[in-house]
């Protein structure tokens, strides 16, 4: 079992909601491009405080709407963020997934923190009804300006991989085809987001980076969340359909 190390609590959800403002246009483009309208059941896998859920519902309006979290503290959130919608608690990486057959899979940015993202992409294929459809999102790869923000990459990489994860989980599906897309934030907006996990991480006695390396951090990414002099961050993700 894998340890999802950019926590749970309300500054989690807070940080959550910021990406998924992010990657909102890129996403929705995908499930308009290949989720399948009216699905009879649409499972969202590591669904967090359903943001990601609501997107879905919103993109595809299934018939049965089920998010699976690990957190219950999450799906506490997500309850009230898609009030129409079924959570329920369960390890995303054990099969059968619950309300299997789907019609429609999704998973954005949850392959990175489980240990074989290809094994469990293509187990997970096994629960699609017939002419269903995996809709896969992961981090590939982060184009950033040398100093804070490819530090906190270089970091974040190390906390997920102790954590059991493998941070680019996109490069590990690229067997299975799928293009890149660039999901592009101003500097600013990346550092907001990054300074959530770093002051989680520096309350964390587990984290393998010591702390002053993480305060140090921080502080810089205060002056970029300030200050991004005009640049950006690519998060470069892996969109990938898959069919049973």
Do not use: K
């Not at 074989?116 to 950033?144: K, M, N, Y």
């Not at 592009?184 to 990346?190: C, E, G, I, L, Q």
């Amino acid at each position: 079992m894998t340890t999802y190390t950019f926590g749970d609590d309300s500054s989690a959800v807070e940080r959550l909601h910021l990406v998924a403002s992010a990657y909102h246009a890129v996403s929705r483009a995908f499930l308009e491009a290949h989720a399948p309208a009216g699905a009879g059941v649409a499972l969202d896998l590591g669904c967090g405080p359903g943001f990601s859920t609501q997107l879905v519902d919103d993109v595809c309006s299934p018939g049965a709407l089920i998010g699976i979290d690990s957190s219950d503290r999450f799906l506490a959130v997500a309850r009230a963020t898609v009030p129409r919608a079924v959570f329920t608690t369960h390890d995303v990486s054990a099969a059968p997934l619950p309300r299997a057959p789907a019609d429609l899979m999704y998973a954005r940015l949850l392959l990175a923190h489980l240990p074989d993202p290809l094994a469990t992409a293509r187990r997970w294929t096994s629960d699609l009804a017939p002419g269903g459809v995996l809709l896969v999102e992961d981090l590939e790869d982060i184009e950033a300006p040398a100093g804070p923000l490819r530090a906190y990459d270089e970091v974040s990489a190390r906390i997920v991989r102790h954590g059991g994860g493998v941070m680019y989980g996109g490069a590990a599906l690229a067997p299975l085809g799928g293009r890149r897309t660039p999901v592009t934030v101003r500097a600013a907006a990346a550092a907001r987001i990054y300074r959530f996990n770093v002051r989680r991480w520096i309350a964390d006695p587990g984290v393998p980076v010591p702390g002053d390396e993480l305060r140090r951090l921080l502080g810089e990414l205060d002056a970029v969340a300030t200050d991004d002099h005009g640049a950006t961050v690519s998060w470069i993700v892996r969109q990938i359909a898959l069919r049973p």
